[in-house]
């Protein structure tokens, strides 16, 4: 499904075509100049010694902001750990994901808040947790409730990459999903490749036709084309807000980068392939419209770019000086109320930290 060619020529759909404002158009732009301009300023803090990694999204910010905005408040997002698009669009801050980068916590926002679960690292784990969440918002009546306001009623959504699909999690999670009726959006980023894996390693055919095989409707969108995702991925969630069950929705990408910034793709991919998707950039395909179409002239186009400017020039600050957390931090929030082994592990380690003078305290034991 595609509402956008690569030469940023509009077309229509007989299924999801949609009407989207100019002013709604120039809000996406912004979001993924925005987001790729702090995506590529992680890579270089990681490069610079500043993170121990970094996942970039380089390439997959249509996918992600589509999905992301077609997410409502009360809706819940279940990322893996490349998500940082969908971050953007549920008003996480990027500089709240440095600290799972930095070593520093496991995430620093609120997913009551924010409507979007912590990091997942475990591959495939947050699908799994995304129905479990999902099958809850149907029990309590929160799905498809023709006596309140439908606009009030409630969806997931989770996010992974196509070599997730071979993980038992993503599969136990659409099994579950399926014979519950729940009502959760799988989001498959399948970018080509699964670290050095491409996805005929994954998979003998496309991947949204797994679905099939579930019990629930799968479509592929063109990943790289922010109306259509945003348009799938608004029809998904209402089939499953309205009690009409899981959703796949594979949105047909390509990672422009590395894996992360521990990986090198240049070994197990062929430079032919990255040149040829480059071509089909979401960003420029966008900006090519906008400019066509008269939406947006290119003072729009410089006014984003100096703010991109400027958020990577507070996020690259904010990193230099985020603080060390004390070491107590690693005992606290583990649960809601204070667990008496937990508080003894914490006060014996504290004693044990005591007795060196480079743990924050002089040979005397005073904190410095």
């Known amino acids: 499904m595609q509402l956008l060619t690569p030469e940023g020529q509009r077309v229509s759909h007989p299924d999801f075509d949609i009407e989207i404002s100019g002013q709604q158009l120039r809000e996406m732009y912004r979001d993924m100049v925005l987001i790729r301009r702090a995506d590529r300023e992680g890579n270089s803090l990681q490069r610079q010694g500043q993170l121990g990694i970094w996942v970039p999204l380089l390439g997959q910010e249509a996918a992600q902001i589509g999905a992301g905005r077609a997410l409502r408040p009360q809706d819940m997002a279940f990322p893996s750990y490349r998500e940082h698009g969908v971050a953007w669009c549920r008003g996480i801050d990027p500089t709240e994901l440095l600290g799972i980068f930095r070593g520093?916590?496991?995430?620093?926002?609120?997913?009551?808040?924010?409507?979007?679960?912590?990091?997942?690292?475990?591959?495939?784990?947050?699908?799994?947790?995304?129905?479990?969440?999902?099958?809850?918002?149907?029990?309590?009546?929160?799905?498809?409730?023709?006596?309140?306001?439908?606009?009030?009623?409630?969806?997931?959504?989770?996010?992974?990459?196509?070599?997730?699909?071979?993980?038992?999690?993503?599969?136990?999670?659409?099994?579950?999903?399926?014979?519950?009726?729940?009502?959760?959006?799988?989001?498959?980023?399948?970018?080509?490749?699964?670290?050095?894996?491409?996805?005929?390693?994954?998979?003998?055919?496309?991947?949204?036709?797994?679905?099939?095989?579930?019990?629930?409707?799968?479509?592929?969108?063109?990943?790289?084309?922010?109306?259509?995702?945003?348009?799938?991925?608004?029809?998904?969630?209402?089939?499953?807000?309205?009690?009409?069950?899981?959703?796949?929705?594979?949105?047909?990408?390509?990672?422009?980068?590395?894996?992360?910034?521990?990986?090198?793709?240049?070994?197990?991919?062929?430079?032919?392939?990255?040149?040829?998707?480059?071509?089909?950039?979401?960003?420029?395909r966008l900006r090519v419209y906008l400019l066509r179409e008269q939406i947006a002239d290119q003072g729009f186009i410089d006014e984003v770019q100096n703010e991109a400017e400027e958020l990577a020039t507070r996020f690259r600050e904010f990193c230099l000086n985020m603080p060390d957390p004390p070491p107590e931090r690693m005992f606290s929030a583990v649960y809601a109320d204070e667990s008496p082994v937990v508080a003894a592990q914490r006060d014996e380690y504290l004693d044990y930290l005591s007795g060196f003078a480079d743990a924050g305290h002089d040979t005397e034991g005073s904190v410095r």
Not at 234 to 261: C, Q
């Open 104 to 284: 520093t916590d496991h995430g620093s926002w609120d997913p009551n808040r924010t409507g979007m679960g912590l990091y997942t690292i475990v591959i495939g784990n947050q699908c799994v947790n995304a129905t479990g969440y999902a099958m809850g918002q149907k029990f309590e009546g929160m799905v498809g409730n023709s006596d309140r306001d439908p606009n009030a009623n409630e969806a997931t959504m989770t996010f992974f990459g196509d070599g997730a699909t071979s993980q038992g999690d993503v599969h136990e999670g659409m099994v579950w999903a399926s014979v519950y009726d729940a009502p959760v959006v799988f989001f498959c980023q399948n970018n080509q490749w699964a670290i050095s894996e491409p996805t005929e390693r994954q998979t003998r055919v496309p991947l949204y036709e797994r679905a099939r095989g579930y019990g629930f409707p799968g479509i592929r969108v063109d990943g790289n084309d922010v109306l259509a995702s945003l348009a799938v991925s608004k029809w998904a969630l209402d089939e499953a807000r309205s009690g009409n069950g899981p959703v796949l929705i594979e949105a047909f990408t390509y990672r422009m980068d590395a894996h992360t910034t521990s990986d090198d793709a240049t070994r197990y991919r062929m430079d032919d392939d990255l040149q040829a998707w480059k071509l089909k950039d979401p960003i420029e």
